[in-house]
């Protein structure tokens, strides 16, 4: 069993920040990309920040140079840094990582996690 736990979403003013982190935990062989993603009442779900095992990064344009996504491949997290934040950027924000566990490694599995409310609002 592989899960993915985020934390960190909450009530913010218009201009502020915002960490949520996500911890990936049970029976992992490998984690290869990691990602997060947002669902905004009556929209599709969409990509926001993504890195893979190497380190190299992709953002979705809305969020460029006001989120930041890093990782920790020894504790198998992701976080996402959020700064300058503004309504638009109200959603329920997802964890994705995409693992080999120990007992499929040959296979690539996404996992999400369950999500977080980030709400921006004065």
């Known amino acids: 069993q592989v899960q993915l736990v985020e934390s960190g979403g909450g009530l913010v003013q218009p201009g502020g920040s915002l960490r949520l982190s996500c911890a990936a935990s049970?029976?992992?062989?490998?984690?290869?990309?990691m990602a997060w993603y947002r669902q905004a009442p009556g929209k599709e779900r969409e990509l926001v920040a993504a890195?893979?095992?190497?380190?190299?990064?992709n953002y979705a344009d809305s969020v460029k140079g006001r989120f930041t996504i890093s990782r920790d491949n020894a504790k198998t997290t992701v976080d996402l840094h959020m700064n300058s934040l503004k309504p638009e950027d109200t959603a329920v924000y997802y964890c994705?990582?995409?693992?080999?566990?120990?007992?499929?490694?040959?296979?690539?599995?996404?996992?999400w996690g369950q999500g977080t409310q980030v709400t921006v609002s004065s």
């Open positions: 994705n990582a995409n693992i080999k566990s120990r007992a499929y490694p040959t296979l690539n599995i996404d996992y």
């Open positions: 049970g029976s992992i062989f490998s984690i290869n990309s």
């Open positions: 890195i893979t095992s190497g380190g190299s990064t």
